[in-house]
């Protein structure tokens, strides 16, 4: 989803952020929010990876890659299930594995 995997750097998540012919909002990772194409683009994001999950649960329910900052700048260990996430203003810090399942935990939707 988030690329950095051979030659795609942007992945499917980055890729939408860079759709529309620029410059907008949404090619700015702290005002990208402020675009209404912002919460299309990650829905169907979530619906992306709700439907990969779907595929094989078994193995990739709680699936994670990565490391714990953008684009790994600065270098920064991998992301685990038991870190957190912060959410700042937004909310409250969240523990990943709390996060993966859209059918448990603090969630309750089904993609059609």
């Excluded at 194409?37 to 439907?51: E, K, S, T």
Aim: charged share 15%; glycine share 12%; hydrophobic share 35%.
């Amino acid at each position: 989803m988030q690329g950095f995997v051979g030659d795609n750097k942007l992945g499917i998540h980055g890729a939408g952020h860079w759709l529309g012919g620029g410059p907008s909002q949404m090619q700015d990772f702290h005002s990208s929010p402020n675009d209404p194409i912002f919460f299309l683009h990650h829905a169907m994001i979530d619906r992306v990876w709700a439907i990969w999950q779907a595929l094989d649960s078994e193995s990739r329910q709680d699936a994670i890659y990565g490391t714990q900052t953008l684009n790994n700048n600065p270098p920064s260990p991998e992301m685990h299930l038991t870190d957190s996430i912060a959410f700042g203003f937004a909310g409250q810090n969240e523990v990943f594995g709390d996060l993966m399942d859209t059918l448990g935990g603090k969630f309750c939707y089904r993609y059609e």
